[in-house]
């Protein structure tokens, strides 16, 4: 599976639009790109998936560039509650389960 | 809506001693997968499985075994139980014909302490 590097931490005011960008240049033809949000002592939560191009949901956006070397999400107005850590995955399809590898995410901490 | 359960929420064993974690996954969900995650540490995969059977492994001591039962919950065995094995032990479950995302639905977690 392709490896992922994003920061290792951020910063950011509340009312902030934060983007966490994230490399997985190995990134295989069949594998999508992936995040997910941890809060401490709780499982990660999935918040958005892509192929290639924008894909918007209800709590953010991610970019894909053609190459699809690297992706970046994108999360407007940040609040304090999205204190947490994001993952960047690179999920690959295995007989009928999607295998996540976890590296190191990126801390957010939200500043009022 | 439901969510996955995991039993025991919070577990304390001595070491060599064996445990059992129980995970019941989000009904008409047909995938679960096992997660570790130690302190201070992102979670690592331990193992999957689709439809009862096993469909990828992580990093897996030998000394744990898991299966998934006819009614889809599954079990972590832990055996040999190691001072480095306390973590919070993750399910996710999935299901590729509820969500074209196949995404993970994880539970809270058992934490596991060995003294």
């Known amino acids: 599976l392709a490896k992922t590097t994003q920061p290792i931490s951020m910063d950011s005011y509340e009312g902030q639009e934060v983007n966490i960008t994230c490399s997985h240049n190995n990134i295989a033809t069949n594998d999508y790109i992936t995040w997910y949000q941890q809060f401490p002592s709780q499982g990660p939560r999935f918040i958005i998936q892509g192929y290639k191009t924008k894909v918007t949901n209800e709590v953010a956006s991610l970019f894909i560039p053609a190459d699809r070397k690297s992706s970046t999400l994108s999360l407007p107005r940040v609040s304090l509650s999205d204190t947490a850590v994001y993952y960047c995955l690179v999920a690959r399809d295995g007989a009928g389960s999607y295998q996540l590898t976890f590296g190191k995410g990126t801390k957010l901490s939200v500043i009022p | 809506a439901a969510g996955v359960i995991q039993s025991p929420r919070h577990l304390i064993k001595e070491k060599r001693e064996t445990a059992t974690l129980k995970c019941y996954p989000i009904?008409?969900?047909?995938?679960v997968y096992w997660y570790q995650q130690g302190p201070g540490q992102d979670p690592q995969f331990l193992i999957s499985f689709y439809e009862k059977m096993q469909s990828d492994k992580g990093s897996i001591p030998d000394r744990f075994s898991a299966q998934q039962f006819s009614d889809y919950h599954s079990e972590l065995n832990m055996s040999s139980l190691e001072l480095g094995d306390s973590a919070l032990y993750f399910c996710?479950?999935?299901?590729?014909?509820?969500?074209?995302?196949?995404?993970?639905?994880f539970g809270p977690g058992t934490r596991l302490t060995v003294l």
């Open positions: 996710a479950s999935s299901s590729i014909a509820e969500s074209s995302y196949n995404e993970q639905f």
């Open positions: 009904p008409r969900h047909d995938t």
